[in-house]
T-cell receptor
Framework: AQKITQTQPGMFVQEKEAVTLDCTYD???????LFWYKQPSSGEMIFLIY??????QNATEGRYSLNFQKARKSANLVISASQLGDSAMYFC????????????FGRGTSLIVHP | NAGVMQNPRHLVRRRGQEARLRCSPM?????VYWYRQLPEEGLKFMVY????????ESGMPKERFSAEFPKEGPSILRIQQVVRGDSAAYFC?????????????FGEGSRLTVL
């Protein structure tokens, strides 16, 4: 079974608009961590945001926020005020005790921001 | 504080040759992870190492692939007798902890092309 599911292979958004990238996860652990990474065309992996399973508030980092719905096991990334430089692949990942804390990644979502 | 350093950035090998990929983790990080990324796909876990120990190699093919993280020097991912299917980007990441909260810091990747 997939541990991390990203159902949107590609997304398009107009510059300055907000966009939500979906991520659902599967775990039987109570304590786990969720991460989002950005991979621009240059190829490097850039850490964006982290959400702990016991964090009561949704994580925010600048224009990035994580819409964490624990009961639904979803951890969607919201990018506000999209910029052209946000065009990239976005990967959701999880660390959990049942997986020996080894980060597991989804297949990613390609985001294209239109001017 | 230097980030995760990987070299070479690009490597071309003919079928049957050996490929050696090197990774120096961030200073103070003792947990090293190798991932493989095929075109249009996410990151697939290969191996998790600490100094002088392979902790988890469940994602590594049983043959031709090996990894080490010696007491001194970088971590090495070695692929013997490469085949065309080994062509991929290989990412190394390091983390200060192996826990829910530890984000991964990635290198820029090594792109292997097998002719």
């Amino acid at each position: 079974a997939q541990k991390i599911t990203q159902t949107q292979p590609g997304m398009f958004v107009q510059e300055k608009e907000a966009v939500t990238l979906d991520c659902t996860y599967d775990t039987s652990d109570q304590s786990y961590g969720l991460f989002w990474y950005k991979q621009p065309s240059s190829g490097e992996m850039i850490f964006l945001i982290y959400q702990g399973s016991y964090d009561e508030q949704n994580a925010t980092e600048g224009r990035y926020s994580l819409n964490f719905q624990k009961a639904r096991k979803s951890a969607n990334l919201v990018i506000s005020a999209s910029q052209l430089g946000d065009s990239a692949m976005y990967f959701c990942a999880m660390r959990e005790p049942g997986g020996s804390y080894i980060p597991t990644f989804g297949r990613g979502t390609s985001l294209i921001v239109h001017p | 504080n230097a980030g995760v350093m990987q070299n070479p950035r690009h490597l071309v090998r003919r079928r049957g040759q050996e490929a050696r990929l090197r990774c120096s983790p961030m200073k103070g990080h003792s947990h090293v992870y190798w991932y493989r990324q095929l075109p249009e796909e996410g990151l697939k876990f290969m191996v998790y190492l600490q100094k002088e120990n392979i902790i988890d190699e469940s994602g590594m093919p049983k043959e031709r692939f090996s990894a080490e993280f010696p007491k001194e020097g970088p971590s090495i991912l070695r692929i013997q007798q490469v085949v065309r299917g080994d062509s991929a980007a290989y990412f190394c990441a390091s983390s200060p902890t192996n826990a829910n909260t530890g984000e991964l810091f990635f290198g820029e990747g090594s792109r292997l092309t097998v002719l």
